[in-house]
């Protein structure tokens, strides 16, 4: 089986070819933005929402990408199409680039950008059908004002630390609060809670504006459900009937236990499923097209 194609600033190199210096800042201080994509029957989903979101993740930092908006969504679909995939997850990295051991960019005068595809499945395999365990975890999302998690940056280590928590304690997910003891998000998705058939998220100045969230509140006004934007706690979480959440790795996944504490009745509930199964039909029936 030959090797994935991975394309590297214009050029389309096997996998094992595809490498930076040491001294790119990306790997140095975690300088750069990234985006998580996904391919659904031969179409990219919200492939125009996702560019636009690198690139304003990118104006945040202050990192001008040398490609335009068209351009990079064209080497997104080349790079399908140079490794025949219909199906896949795509991730286009933007770095800041090759610069010193110091901390000013200014000394990285090229940005690299990569973009690898590869074959994904169900993140979460059977448990999309039982549920999730959740966690929550002690440490807090990066604040808005340090920090945004709006921005999608190379330096992920806030999530890693919650995940190592909730491996740690047995969950399949940790669910971050900030730093006001507020609800914020998963250590990769968006996190949506039912009660009395109304459906709460958090707003998104203290999580990411995730683009599968943004689907899943149309998908729900679609089927008659409002979902309220507000502040939510801990209690909130305890207390729901039911818990779902949402991301491109994660597409969208019932939470059915939290800390020990079953949600409902311990089941994926009914807004859950309805979500998942409007989630599974808009996936596969729209996006850019791959091959003409």
Not at 33 to 38: A, D, L, N, Y
Not at 173 to 178: K, P, S
């Amino acid at each position: 089986m030959s090797e994935l194609l991975i394309y590297c600033n214009g050029d389309f190199v096997p996998k094992s070819e595809a490498k930076t210096s040491i001294y790119d800042h990306g790997f140095l201080y975690g300088d750069g933005v990234f985006e998580g994509i996904r391919a659904y029957n031969g179409r990219v989903f919200k492939l125009e929402e996702h560019v636009d979101r690198l690139y304003d993740s990118a104006r945040a930092i202050a990192l001008n990408i040398p490609l335009t908006k068209e351009e990079m969504q064209e080497a997104i679909l080349e790079t399908l199409r140079r490794n025949k995939l219909r199906d896949a997850y795509i991730r286009p990295i933007v770095s800041r680039g090759i610069g010193d051991l110091g901390l000013d960019p200014r000394k990285c005068p090229e940005p690299n950008v990569f973009i690898i595809s590869q074959n994904w499945g169900a993140m979460y395999g059977e448990l999309y059908e039982v549920g999730l365990t959740g966690v929550t975890v002690s440490v807090r999302r990066n604040s808005c004002d340090a920090l945004s998690p709006n921005i999608k940056s190379l330096n992920y280590l806030n999530n890693i630390l919650a995940k190592i928590e909730a491996n740690e304690k047995g969950g399949d997910e940790a669910i971050f609060f900030d730093q006001n003891g507020y609800l914020s998000e998963g250590s990769g998705d968006n996190i949506f809670i039912i009660k009395n058939e109304k459906v709460y998220t958090p707003p998104t100045i203290n999580n990411l504006k995730g683009i599968t969230r943004a689907t899943a509140i149309e998908l729900l006004a679609e089927i008659g459900i409002e979902t309220h934007v507000e502040n939510l706690g801990m209690f909130d979480l305890y207390t729901a009937d039911e818990i779902f959440v949402t991301g491109t790795a994660a597409e969208a996944a019932p939470l059915v236990k939290i800390d020990g504490r079953p949600i409902g009745d311990g089941k994926p509930g009914p807004v859950t499923r309805k979500m998942i199964e409007a989630f599974k039909e808009v996936t596969t029936t729209t996006g850019t097209p791959i091959f003409p």
